[in-house]
């Protein structure tokens, strides 16, 4: 089964108007949703490590 390119640059013009693009609002907020996750997990895990590192200190009397 052989396709032309010509066909193939049609068929590949006639998906792309098929495309709905988001709007700016949503684009937007999707970016400060996954902004403000990415910022909570960090935190979560600093605070996870401090703990761990702390609990690490006490039980092997290490780092002073």
Known sequence: ???????????????????????RRATLVTTGAVLAMATMTSVFFFVVDQIIGLGVRELFGLGG
């Open 1 to 23: 089964m052989s396709v032309s390119p010509a066909k193939f640059v049609q068929d590949v013009r006639t998906e792309a108007t098929k495309v709905t693009w988001p709007t």
